[in-house]
């Protein structure tokens, strides 16, 4: 009867603890930042961008997002890891919305 208790109870803790060590993320004032891609998920249209001053920062692009390189419109495709961006983004609450997505090389 017991270990019918502790397997759930022990999936359960090893669960929280890998979710409690996922990638930590920051959030800043809406405004424009410098930064470079850490991380491209294209299932999720997300990027992580890490910024000049050591944040990380956790983007999910929405339909009006604009994606630009050398001022013409891209594909998100177009995003690597490594790449340097600006970007714009605005603050709603714990969140982040990027409005624009500069590719700067």
Same mark, same amino acid.
């Given at each position: ?34 930064? /470079? *891609?850490?991380?491209?998920? +294209?299932?999720?249209?997300? *990027?992580?961008? /890490? /910024?000049?001053?050591? %944040? ?5 692009? %929405? ?9 013409? +419109? ?6 690597? #890891? ?11 609450? #714990?969140?982040?919305?990027? *409005?624009?997505?500069? *590719?700067?090389?």
């Amino acid at each position: 009867m017991l270990s019918k208790i502790l397997k759930p109870v022990a999936f359960l803790s090893v669960f929280l603890f890998m979710v409690s060590c996922g990638e930590s993320t920051d959030v800043v004032e809406s405004g424009t930042y410098q930064g /470079t *891609i850490k991380e491209v998920e +294209p299932s999720k249209d997300e *990027i992580y961008v /890490t /910024t000049e001053d050591n %944040k990380t920062l956790e983007l999910y692009f %929405k339909e009006d997002t604009e994606l630009t390189r050398d001022g013409s +419109p891209v594909e998100f495709s177009a995003l690597e #890891k490594g790449q340097k961006v600006e970007v714009e983004v605005e603050k709603v609450g #714990k969140r982040l919305d990027p *409005i624009s997505v500069k *590719i700067l090389e």
